[in-house]
């Protein structure tokens, strides 16, 4: 009996080894490195890397092109937060649950499961004046025809503009999701609450107020979570739609220019290491603050 | 008669309009994908093309801008990432549930600070990790980083796990079977429907992917369908035509899947995000 008690204290290592030794060497061995190439002047082949102290964060201080990138995420978190509103009406318009309410969210959601290089290539396509055809692209066409000619501009030509067309496609592309979890989380509430606010004769905006929205703070919590590290850490969007150029790069884009393209590897792991100090400050801010926010409705 | 409802049509016309915004974006590029060079360039984005039937375009997509390779190399990297990423969620699930051992909880903790961790952020160490095991331009670099830092799955699997009655094992046990067979035989064909919502959005996830092959794998030989579909940018930008037509070829298996899986596909969405 006794053999069999330890044996069972071995057995579950044979299933954790390999998960946790990939744990080990993708997530955490990447973390440590990180620090240690960011005080160092490493270009990511020479043998030897030398120890320069805290240079490279000094640097990261005084250089304009990382700040303006830090700020570009702001145009995101903007993004975010229209997405966040508009999930959230969506959500609850829906869950009333309309005749043909499916057909609706289908449309809403499919961009957000669409292959990353096709969206962007879609609003590439969009976005462009006139140049690869006689006339100009799809959404100078729209605006045109709906009387709004008159703010055609250079979509991503522009560098005071093209931040907000790529915080446009942001919004465009991720909504269905926050829709997804909004239109789940409402659905999970109790449904003799609705009834008893019908009987209580409670209008849709009180069944809103009163109801809806302490059953989805939770979800909220999470999405603003999301929005704020996902607007720190956006790549895709304006790398491939506009190849960060026009003063549309962002954090991310920049450590991999420098890492990849410069070859400054141990610069590239301090913007790293702030890059993640900043998400992980965001995070934990918002888990305390929303901590006790958790109300249970049943 | 009903009483025409006012805040019905409302929101109808609301919903309408949104949705139409959601599509508007694809329909020029569903139109150019059809049309030829000439038409291309003199109509206008969203004037329908002449005919319907000129695959002229996807035939070049296809053959010269090599997508018939990147669908194929997609599909290997995404059968082999998710029999890994099942094989080790489920193994971790498996050890976390059903055992009780010493340093259990720093197991647990290990895998939830790790969700903490961004991955775009620690790209730059990463990358040495992969090029010092020689997997630089590799599909093994894909394929590890896919499988070995999806902890999303590990979650949906421990948690569909708990629902399984540990009863099930015991009886098992008592049988004779092993730790193993009550592994392989009991609870893993038990985790079928969890297993299924984590091939729908890992698949989702991976044929998605443009980051990963583009750091890991620049070999166009090693092209996915996201970092091919990327290179048509540079060759084919006098013809951007034919570029729309490869965007379709790319979408439509999204739409397809989408269409057949819709339900399936919110479920698995939700528990994916919910930790």
């Known amino acids: 009996m006794f053999k069999e008690k330890n044996k069972r204290k071995v057995i579950p290592w044979l299933y954790l080894v390999l998960p946790i030794g990939l744990l080990g060497l993708l997530i955490y061995l990447p973390v440590i490195n990180m620090f240690r190439y960011s005080v160092t002047n490493w270009d990511g082949i020479d043998p030897v890397r030398k120890f320069i102290g805290l240079r490279n964060y000094d640097q990261i201080f005084h250089n304009p092109d990382i700040w303006h990138s830090l700020f570009n995420s702001v145009y995101y978190f903007g993004a975010s937060i229209v997405q966040i509103g508009l999930a959230l009406f969506?959500?609850?318009?829906?869950?009333?649950?309309?005749?043909?309410?499916?057909?609706?969210?289908?449309?809403?959601?499919?961009?957000?499961?669409?292959?990353?290089?096709?969206?962007?290539?879609?609003?590439?396509?969009?976005?462009?004046?006139?140049?690869?055809?006689?006339?100009?692209?799809?959404?100078?066409?729209?605006?045109?025809?709906?009387?709004?000619?008159?703010?055609?501009?250079?979509?991503?030509?522009?560098?005071?503009?093209?931040?907000?067309?790529?915080?446009?496609?942001?919004v465009w592309r991720y909504m269905g999701f926050n829709l997804i979890l909004f239109l789940g989380s409402i659905q999970s509430i109790n449904p003799e609450l609705f009834e008893a606010a019908q009987l209580d004769r409670a209008n849709r905006w009180h069944q809103f107020r009163y109801i809806i929205l302490p059953g989805i703070r939770r979800i909220t919590a999470l999405s603003l979570i999301l929005a704020v590290?996902?607007?720190?850490?956006?790549?895709?969007?304006?790398?491939?739609?506009?190849?960060?150029?026009?003063?549309?790069?962002?954090?991310?884009?920049?450590?991999?220019?420098?890492?990849?393209?410069?070859?400054?590897?141990?610069?590239?792991?301090?913007?790293?290491?702030?890059?993640?100090?900043?998400?992980?400050?965001?995070?934990?801010?918002?888990?305390?603050?929303?901590?006790?926010?958790?109300?249970?409705?049943? | 008669m009903k009483r025409l409802d006012a805040f019905k049509v409302t929101i109808y016309i609301i919903l309408a309009v949104i949705c139409f915004a959601m599509v508007f974006p694809l329909i020029p590029l569903i139109f150019a994908a059809f049309k030829d060079h000439t038409e291309f360039y003199d109509s206008g984005p969203l004037a329908p093309p002449k005919n319907w039937f000129n695959f002229h375009n996807f035939e070049i997509a296809w053959s010269q801008g090599d997508l018939a390779h990147?669908?194929?190399?997609?599909?290997?990297?995404?059968?082999?990432?998710?029999?890994?990423?099942?094989?080790?969620?489920?193994?971790?699930?498996?050890?976390?549930?059903?055992?009780?051992?010493?340093?259990?909880?720093?197991?647990?903790?290990?895998?939830?600070?790790?969700?903490?961790?961004?991955?775009?952020?620690?790209?730059?160490?990463?990358?040495?990790?992969?090029?010092?095991?020689n997997l630089y331009n590799t599909r093994w670099s894909a394929i590890l980083l896919y499988t070995g830092t999806d902890i999303i799955s590990i979650y949906i699997f421990l948690q569909f796990m708990q629902s399984i009655p540990k009863a099930l094992d015991e009886s098992a046990r008592i049988d004779g079977a092993g730790h193993f067979t009550i592994y392989f035989r009991i609870i893993l064909p038990l985790l079928r429907p969890a297993i299924a919502t984590v091939v729908i959005i890992k698949g989702i996830a991976y044929y998605n992917d443009f980051y990963t092959a583009y750091l890991y794998m620049p070999d166009p030989n090693l092209g996915t369908v996201s970092t091919s579909l990327y290179r048509f940018i540079g060759p084919f930008s006098a013809s951007w035509q034919v570029i729309c037509a490869a965007t379709l070829l790319v979408i439509i298996p999204t739409i397809v899947v989408f269409l057949a899986l819709q339900k399936f596909i919110y479920k698995g969405l939700s528990a994916g995000a919910v930790k």
């Open chain 1, 229 to 298: 590290s996902g607007s720190i850490a956006v790549f895709e969007i304006p790398f491939i739609v506009a190849g960060g150029a026009n003063g549309s790069s962002t954090f991310v884009i920049e450590t991999q220019r420098i890492a990849f393209n410069e070859g400054r590897v141990g610069y590239a792991s301090a913007l790293a290491v702030v890059l993640l100090g900043i998400v992980l400050l965001v995070t934990f801010v918002q888990r305390t603050i929303f901590k006790d926010e958790q109300v249970d409705l049943v």
């Open chain 2, 70 to 133: 990147a669908f194929f190399n997609t599909g290997i990297l995404l059968s082999v990432s998710l029999v890994g990423t099942i094989l080790i969620g489920t193994m971790t699930a498996y050890a976390i549930d059903r055992f009780d051992f010493r340093g259990k909880k720093a197991v647990v903790w290990a895998f939830l600070c790790a969700t903490l961790v961004p991955g775009v952020t620690t790209q730059v160490a990463t990358f040495q990790i992969i090029s010092k095991l």
């Open chain 1, 90 to 170: 969506l959500a609850t318009v829906l869950s009333y649950g309309f005749r043909g309410f499916n057909v609706f969210k289908g449309f809403l959601v499919y961009p957000f499961l669409l292959n990353s290089v096709a969206v962007a290539l879609v609003f590439r396509y969009l976005f462009q004046g006139p140049g690869i055809t006689s006339s100009a692209g799809g959404l100078d066409w729209l605006l045109q025809h709906i009387g709004l000619g008159h703010f055609i501009t250079q979509w991503t030509g522009n560098s005071s503009v093209i931040n907000y067309s790529l915080a446009g496609v942001s």
